[in-house]
């Protein structure tokens, strides 16, 4: 099979399918390492799979150990040499006294940590003194020792420890050290470039003894024969080799190096980073290209001396060489060895590019020559020159100061510009990938890709496969486009924020811009301990300086001087789409055992979790046919004017008041009936109903019969598979009202209004409002976090719950107390070093025994002191901290209502870090009276659906049933009950109606007297239309054959559950009192 996305040719079915899988293969072994570049300060440069050094003829080297002091940086004596001749101390004597005491002395005690800094200078002190019978300042020179000028590694050390890490040896430190004032070891030294470091003060043993020496061996896992000791001491040499371990004297680091690159076979000096010896399997006929290379460099210049040819790390889709001869330092890149489809790994359409770039100013290594003639080296390839300079690796550039974080950036940002501004005619590559239509190309052929390589369901990639062909940019730029930008793909200037080069031309092609910039994002939205890229997630980038994704994005469009892009969710959700597509490709090549590494299979579960991370973007950027809702326009009309002004509610002859026209709504107009609601909102609820009635409706029974079943407390699989299909379809997330959610980043921003009518919909069934993510007590819960939560909270918890990957609950209630009044809670939240510890006792708490339920939304009292409405607070507890005990499921008239359950749980001594509390302490009352915005009358709009069902239902029964000789139905009583139900509802649903239009229009506080009353009522009213149509039913009414006895059970619990009746009377009446 092969796909052509954008102009790349991509393969598959040859174990040679694409650049892109290679990489990042090559990702999950190490970081990536494009040719071409020095190391970030720190990073270990391991090549894990180089084959340990084998000397000619000799045993193969596994480990390179080295002394400290005198090795790696400057000895002690060269130091006290030094501080004599400038302190005027007689030449010799710190040494002398050094030594002096053998065993015994100050000097060897402090080495083996037996004395304190302090303690060893007094000793020491005294000594030296006594030796030269004048008083020596030794702190003086302790401190010149440890100084930062002095204590400092050896560059061609450094150099040579990356080389001999990179040939896949390991290095250790075995050092004769002390402790300094401050309790820690002195260890000047990065430690990342160290396999095992041995001190002999944390140790109690110091060389000669040849027990150190043992351990250190151990630790390394190797023989002694299989490695190099360097020390500038010849008895610790001595011991060493002892031992059988080879051995290096050290008097200066040029000539040690010297002889180590003799007992290592390969060079130690001048090495070209994130290299190593050509591998068996990649190696090219040097001869043929040493001819050829003298051919062409011939006649630019004398060509003699050795020919140097190294291999970069990375490289396995196109092999790529340094080439050393005389003067001249070049780069090789070439097709790989083997058979290959004519277009893959196209080193000439590289070549081509890169040429065509630099001509047009853009920063690339400057291309020499291409070669298409296979007898030559075996394979194409091209020559360019060596760039040398600074590669960060790392996204979040450690070492670096904010202001050159926030340079290095911007410079990027630039580059980028400046490549997408390249006049593709006047550059010669008009013909270099498709025009038009790149990221739909893009979207089909990884959904292609993605499903030839499927190995089993990922639900959000089925999901992204759906939405993304629906929500596609409208107008897309072609330029070139790289493929793959990103920071580790560029060289920088080694001492200013410039960029060099840009490298990895492989899937470059002609397409839309803004997907380079997205790619180049990826890194803000994944954490620093990932196994593809370090990136930000977890790190506060505004305080390192870099900006934030949505600035960067921001720069470039100012910087190319286009308008921002709206929908850069859209760019971003697609690049993690691209990224699990082809994780799932190298996943699916490990389970085939074509890639051995265990590192292929991690990627089965990285692509996952990408997919989960796009459609994360997905759900920000939106769904189309809510982007097609006209944007709602709340008015800000008082409650006196609105009432005063009557809207314009026209009776159309049947149930609804407002006229059901094409065009919107007028705007503070009260729709009373969905035919009324404006088109897309019409659509969306004609949509919703149809998925009720196909969707949900059949599988009712089999839902209540799992909730009586032994599995009852695990989540019935077919509301899992409906919840996928809801979210493909867009009916998810509806319940977020614009008021809340302005920009429409996490839901449809309905009105209230709007989302009344929907909401009825849902609750004609009693499982329909999870199918949608629209169930309490969750959208409460994120309600909160999208009004009230950090960045943090909401990456951490809405998001996964907008997805509906996990659950919450709500937990205030309390058995001791009178719980209706909320400041009665006597739970505490306790602060303590640094977090806070929670306490208390909790009941009712609905969804807490969910197996899914990951975040308890906890109400409880910081400070009993305050005013009493400062007293409470809300924490965010994760359910898996210890110290929550769910006691007991509770049931409602029998029914416990699982999965979610209404627990009763204990909290005791639960410990959680102080950015998990919501706004602030003592800010719990005014959160709580937030959650319960618009989710206040949700529960309203529900009992209208459950009433209207049972009206249906009703009139159904009574319709077929015959009893004394004639239908049900021709029955006075029956038909009296039917009149009853249906002047019930209305009323009720005009209340509802009025509660939430004036919600919208007035505030939710102006809309208090009608969202009490509506509370009051809603329940009560259910409550009779239900139990007329239980009756009519007979007995059947009361099983669980239909769902009239949990409509029943429910609505009598919402007469408590949404806060007492009584409490709701009382709000009314008071208020009513002071009209
Ligand atoms: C099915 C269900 C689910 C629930 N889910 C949750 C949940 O997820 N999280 C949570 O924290 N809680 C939950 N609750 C608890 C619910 O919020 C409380 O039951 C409710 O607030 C009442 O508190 P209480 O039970 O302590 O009653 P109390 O406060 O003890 O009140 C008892 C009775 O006193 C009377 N009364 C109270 N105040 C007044 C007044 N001002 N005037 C006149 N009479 C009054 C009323 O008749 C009231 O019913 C749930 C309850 C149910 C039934």
Same mark, same amino acid.
């Given at each position: 099979?092969?796909?052509?996305?954008?102009?790349?040719?991509?393969?598959?079915?040859?174990?040679?399918?694409? @650049?892109?899988?290679?990489?990042?293969?090559?990702?999950?072994?190490?970081?990536?390492?494009?040719?071409?570049?020095?190391?970030?300060?720190?990073?270990?440069?391991?090549?894990?799979?180089?084959?340990?050094?084998?000397?000619?003829?000799?045993?193969?080297?596994?480990?390179?150990?080295?002394?400290?002091?005198?090795? !790696?940086?400057?000895?002690?004596?060269?130091?006290?040499? *030094?501080? *004599?001749?400038?302190?005027?101390?007689?030449?010799?004597?710190?040494?002398?006294?050094?030594?002096?005491?053998?065993?015994?002395?100050?000097?060897? %005690?402090? =080495?083996?940590? $037996?004395?304190?800094?302090?303690?060893?200078?007094?000793?020491?002190?005294?000594?030296?003194?006594?030796?030269?019978?004048?008083?020596?300042?030794?702190?003086?020179?302790?401190?010149?020792?440890?100084?930062?000028?002095?204590?400092?590694?050896?560059?061609?050390?450094?150099?040579?420890?990356?080389?001999?890490?990179?040939?896949?040896?390991?290095?250790?430190?075995?050092?004769?050290?002390?402790?300094?004032?401050?309790?820690?070891?002195?260890?000047?030294?990065?430690?990342?470039?160290?396999?095992?470091?041995?001190?002999?003060?944390?140790?109690?043993?110091?060389?000669?003894?040849?027990?150190?020496?043992?351990?250190?061996?151990?630790?390394?896992?190797?023989?002694?024969?299989?490695?190099?000791?360097?020390?500038?001491?010849?008895?610790?040499?001595?011991?060493?080799?002892?031992?059988?371990?080879?051995?290096?004297?050290?008097?200066?680091?040029?000539?040690?190096?010297?002889?180590?690159?003799?007992?290592?076979?390969?060079?130690?000096?001048?090495?070209?980073?994130?290299?190593?010896?050509?591998?068996?399997?990649?190696?090219?006929?040097?001869?043929?290209?040493?001819?050829?290379?003298?051919?062409?460099?011939?006649?630019?210049?004398?060509?003699?001396?050795?020919?140097?040819?190294?291999?970069?790390?990375?490289?396995?889709?196109?092999?790529?060489?340094?080439?050393?001869?005389?003067?001249?330092?070049?780069?090789?890149?070439?097709?790989? @060895?083997?058979?290959?489809?004519?277009?893959?790994?196209?080193?000439?359409?590289?070549? %081509?590019?890169?040429?065509?770039?630099?001509?047009?100013?853009?920063?690339?290594?400057?291309?020499?020559?291409?070669?298409?003639?296979?007898?030559?080296?075996? /394979?194409?390839?091209?020559?360019?020159?060596?760039?040398?300079?600074?590669?960060?690796?790392?996204?979040?550039? @450690?070492?670096?100061?904010?202001?050159?974080?926030?340079?290095?950036?911007?410079?990027?940002?630039?580059?980028?510009?400046?490549?997408?501004?390249?006049?593709?005619?006047?550059?010669?590559?008009?013909?270099?990938?498709?025009?038009?239509?790149?990221?739909?190309?893009?979207?089909?052929?990884?959904?292609?890709?993605?499903?030839?390589?499927?190995?089993?369901?990922?639900?959000?990639?089925?999901?992204?496969?759906?939405?993304?062909?629906?929500?596609?940019?409208?107008?897309?730029?072609?330029?070139?486009?790289?493929?793959?930008?990103?920071?580790?793909?560029?060289?920088?200037?080694?001492?200013?924020?410039?960029?060099?080069?840009?490298?990895?031309?492989?899937?470059?092609?002609?397409?839309?811009?803004?997907?380079?910039?997205?790619?180049?994002?990826?890194?803000?939205?994944?954490?620093?301990?990932?196994?593809?890229?370090?990136?930000?997630?977890?790190?506060?980038?505004?305080?390192?300086?870099?900006?934030?994704?949505?600035?960067?994005?921001?720069?470039?469009?100012?910087?190319?001087?286009?308008?921002?892009? $709206?929908?850069?969710?859209?760019?971003?959700?697609?690049?993690?789409?691209?990224?699990?597509?082809?994780?799932?490709?190298?996943?699916?090549?490990?389970?085939?055992?074509?890639?051995?590494?265990?590192?292929?299979?991690?990627?089965?579960?990285?692509?996952?979790?990408?997919?989960?991370?796009?459609?994360?973007?997905?759900?920000?950027?939106?769904?189309?046919?809510?982007?097609?809702?006209?944007?709602?326009?709340?008015?800000?009309?008082?409650?006196?004017?609105?009432?005063? %002004?009557?809207?314009?509610?026209?009776?159309?002859?049947?149930?609804?008041?407002?006229?059901?026209?094409?065009?919107?709504?007028?705007?503070?107009?009260?729709?009373?009936?969905?035919?009324?609601?404006?088109?897309?909102?019409?659509?969306?609820?004609?949509?919703? $109903?149809?998925?009720?009635?196909?969707?949900?409706?059949?599988?009712?029974?089999?839902?209540?019969?799992?909730?009586?079943?032994?599995?009852?407390?695990?989540?019935?699989?077919?509301?899992?598979?409906?919840?996928?299909?809801?979210?493909?379809?867009?009916?998810?997330?509806?319940?977020?009202?614009?008021?809340?959610?302005? *920009?429409?980043?996490?839901?449809?921003?309905?009105?209230?209004?709007?989302?009344?009518?929907?909401?009825?919909?849902?609750?004609?069934?009693?499982?329909?409002?999870?199918?949608?993510?629209?169930?309490?007590?969750? /959208?409460?819960? =994120?309600?909160?976090?999208?009004?009230?939560?950090?960045?943090?909270?909401?990456?951490?918890? !809405?998001?996964? &719950?907008?997805?509906?990957?996990?659950?919450?609950?709500?937990? =205030?209630?309390?058995?001791?107390?009178?719980?209706?009044?909320? /400041?009665?809670?006597?739970?505490?939240?306790? *602060?303590?070093?640094?977090?806070?510890?929670?306490?208390?006792?909790?009941?009712?708490?609905?969804?807490?025994?969910?197996?899914?339920?990951?975040?308890?939304?906890?109400?409880?009292?910081?400070?009993?002191?305050?005013?009493?409405?400062?007293?409470?607070?809300?924490?965010?507890?994760?359910?898996?901290?210890?110290?929550?005990?769910?006691?007991?499921? &509770?049931?409602?008239?029998?029914?416990?209502?699982?999965?979610?359950?209404?627990?009763?749980?204990?909290?005791?001594?639960?410990?959680?870090?102080?950015?998990?509390?919501?706004?602030?302490?003592?800010?719990?009352?005014?959160?709580?009276?937030?959650?319960?915005?618009?989710?206040?009358?949700?529960?309203?709009?529900?009992?209208?659906?459950?009433?209207?069902?049972? &009206?249906?239902?009703?009139?159904?029964?009574?319709?077929?049933?015959?009893?004394?000789?004639?239908?049900?139905?021709?029955?006075?009583?029956?038909?009296?009950?039917?009149?009853?139900? %249906?002047?019930?509802?209305?009323?009720?649903?005009?209340?509802?109606?009025?509660?939430?239009?004036?919600?919208?229009?007035?505030?939710?506080?102006?809309?208090?007297?009608?969202?009490?009353?509506?509370?009051?009522?809603?329940?009560? =009213?259910?409550?009779?239309?239900?139990?007329?149509?239980?009756?009519?039913?007979?007995?059947?009414?009361?099983?669980?054959?239909?769902?009239?006895?949990?409509?029943?059970?429910?609505?009598?619990?919402?007469?408590?559950?949404?806060?007492?009746?009584?409490?709701?009377?009382?709000?009314?009446?008071?208020?009513?009192?002071?009209?």
């Amino acid at each position: 099979m092969r796909f052509s996305p954008g102009g790349s040719v991509f393969l598959w079915g040859q174990g040679c399918w694409e @650049p892109v899988a290679m990489g990042l293969l090559r990702l999950l072994r190490r970081p990536p390492v494009p040719w071409a570049r020095s190391p970030a300060r720190g990073s270990p440069l391991r090549a894990q799979h180089s084959p340990p050094c084998r000397p000619s003829g000799g045993r193969p080297y596994k480990a390179v150990i080295f002394d400290m002091g005198g090795v !790696l940086i400057p000895s002690p004596s060269s130091v006290a040499a *030094e501080w *004599e001749a400038r302190n005027h101390v007689p030449s010799g004597t710190i040494i002398k006294a050094l030594v002096a005491g053998g065993e015994k002395g100050p000097w060897m %005690r402090f =080495m083996r940590g $037996e004395m304190t800094a302090e303690g060893f200078l007094q000793a020491f002190g005294t000594q030296c003194s006594e030796m030269i019978k004048s008083p020596v300042p030794v702190g003086s020179f302790f401190s010149l020792l440890t100084s930062g000028q002095v204590a400092k590694q050896f560059s061609v050390m450094t150099e040579a420890i990356n080389r001999i890490r990179a040939e896949g040896l390991k290095t250790a430190v075995l050092s004769n050290n002390f402790y300094l004032p401050s309790g820690e070891s002195f260890l000047p030294l990065d430690r990342k470039q160290f396999d095992v470091v041995v001190e002999s003060c944390l140790e109690g043993i110091c060389k000669p003894d040849p027990r150190i020496y043992k351990m250190c061996l151990q630790r390394l896992q190797v023989e002694p024969a299989e490695s190099v000791f360097l020390d500038d001491l010849a008895h610790n040499l001595k011991a060493a080799a002892q031992l059988g371990i080879h051995t290096i004297k050290v008097n200066d680091a040029e000539s040690a190096l010297k002889e180590l690159e003799i007992f290592l076979g390969f060079s130690l000096r001048k090495i070209i980073p994130n290299t190593c010896s050509v591998r068996k399997t990649m190696e090219i006929p040097r001869d043929s290209l040493e001819k050829y290379l003298k051919n062409f460099l011939g006649s630019q210049a004398a060509v003699s001396g050795p020919l140097e040819v190294l291999q970069f790390s990375h490289g396995q889709s196109n092999p790529t060489y340094s080439i050393r001869l005389a003067n001249h330092h070049l780069v090789l890149r070439k097709k790989p @060895p083997g058979k290959l489809l004519p277009s893959a790994h196209a080193v000439e359409r590289e070549f %081509r590019i890169m040429k065509a770039l630099r001509d047009a100013g853009v920063p690339v290594p400057k291309v020499l020559d291409l070669c298409e003639d296979s007898s030559v080296i075996g /394979t194409p390839f091209y020559l360019m020159e060596y760039c040398p300079g600074q590669v960060y690796k790392e996204a979040s550039l @450690p070492g670096l100061e904010p202001s050159q974080r926030k340079a290095v950036y911007t410079a990027m940002n630039q580059v980028l510009c400046q490549l997408h501004s390249v006049d593709v005619k006047a550059a010669g590559l008009e013909d270099y990938g498709k025009h038009g239509d790149y990221v739909q190309r893009q979207v089909q052929t990884w959904t292609k890709q993605y499903r030839a390589t499927e190995t089993s369901t990922i639900p959000a990639m089925e999901r992204l496969i759906e939405w993304l062909p629906q929500h596609l940019p409208k107008a897309q730029k072609a330029t070139v486009v790289h493929g793959d930008f990103r920071l580790d793909n560029l060289i920088f200037h080694p001492e200013k924020a410039e960029v060099l080069a840009i490298l990895d031309w492989e899937l470059s092609t002609l397409g839309d811009p803004l997907c380079d910039v997205a790619s180049n994002c990826m890194a803000h939205y994944l954490p620093s301990d990932f196994p593809l890229i370090k990136g930000l997630s977890d790190l506060d980038i505004t305080q390192l300086g870099i900006p934030t994704a949505e600035e960067y994005f921001k720069m470039y469009c100012h910087q190319m001087e286009i308008p921002a892009a $709206e929908n850069w969710n859209f760019y971003m959700a697609f690049s993690f789409f691209r990224v699990a597509a082809i994780l799932q490709g190298v996943y699916k090549r490990s389970l085939r055992g074509q890639s051995s590494s265990a590192a292929a299979e991690q990627s089965g579960k990285l692509a996952e979790s990408m997919s989960n991370l796009a459609w994360d973007f997905a759900v920000k950027e939106g769904f189309r046919i809510f982007k097609g809702l006209p944007t709602p326009r709340l008015s800000t009309r008082a409650y006196g004017v609105w009432a005063s %002004r009557r809207p314009p509610l026209l009776p159309d002859g049947t149930r609804s008041l407002a006229t059901a026209s094409k065009a919107a709504a007028p705007k503070g107009v009260l729709i009373i009936s969905p035919e009324a609601l404006s088109e897309p909102v019409r659509d969306l609820h004609h949509r919703l $109903e149809r998925f009720i009635e196909t969707h949900v409706y059949p599988i009712e029974q089999d839902l209540r019969n799992h909730q009586m079943s032994e599995a009852r407390w695990t989540p019935a699989p077919q509301i899992e598979k409906l919840k996928e299909k809801a979210k493909s379809e867009g009916l998810w997330n509806l319940f977020l009202p614009v008021e809340t959610d302005p *920009e429409r980043k996490y839901g449809a921003g309905l009105t209230n209004l709007e989302y009344a009518h929907l909401c009825e919909l849902m609750g004609k069934s009693l499982y329909a409002p999870e199918i949608f993510n629209c169930s309490a007590p969750d /959208t409460g819960n =994120m309600e909160l976090l999208v009004r009230y939560g950090t960045e943090q909270q909401k990456a951490r918890w !809405l998001l996964p &719950l907008l997805d509906g990957r996990i659950r919450s609950c709500f937990a =205030m209630t309390e058995p001791q107390v009178a719980s209706s009044d909320a /400041t009665n809670i006597e739970s505490s939240i306790r *602060e303590e070093r640094g977090g806070y510890v929670v306490n208390g006792h909790k009941w009712w708490i609905s969804g807490i025994l969910d197996p899914r339920c990951q975040l308890c939304v906890f109400m409880g009292k910081t400070d009993p002191r305050a005013p009493r409405h400062q007293q409470q607070s809300v924490l965010l507890v994760p359910m898996d901290t210890p110290g929550i005990k769910v006691i007991r499921p &509770l049931s409602v008239y029998g029914l416990e209502d699982p999965p979610g359950g209404h627990g009763e749980v204990l909290f005791e001594n639960v410990r959680v870090p102080k950015d998990h509390l919501v706004l602030g302490p003592g800010r719990g009352f005014e959160i709580a009276q937030g959650r319960l915005g618009p989710g206040r009358i949700h529960h309203c709009m529900r009992l209208i659906g459950y009433s209207e069902r049972t &009206l249906a239902l009703m009139k159904e029964r009574v319709k077929s049933r015959v009893a004394f000789g004639k239908p049900l139905v021709e029955q006075g009583t029956i038909l009296a009950d039917i009149a009853k139900s %249906r002047a019930d509802i209305d009323q009720a649903r005009l209340l509802v109606l009025k509660a939430a239009h004036l919600m919208d229009v007035a505030g939710n506080k102006a809309a208090a007297l009608d969202i009490a009353m509506i509370k009051m009522v809603a329940p009560t =009213m259910a409550l009779r239309v239900i139990d007329r149509a239980i009756q009519a039913f007979g007995a059947a009414g009361l099983n669980n054959d239909s769902p009239l006895a949990q409509f029943f059970s429910w609505a009598r619990a919402l007469r408590l559950a949404d806060g007492p009746d009584e409490v709701h009377r009382s709000t009314v009446a008071k208020m009513e009192l002071k009209r």
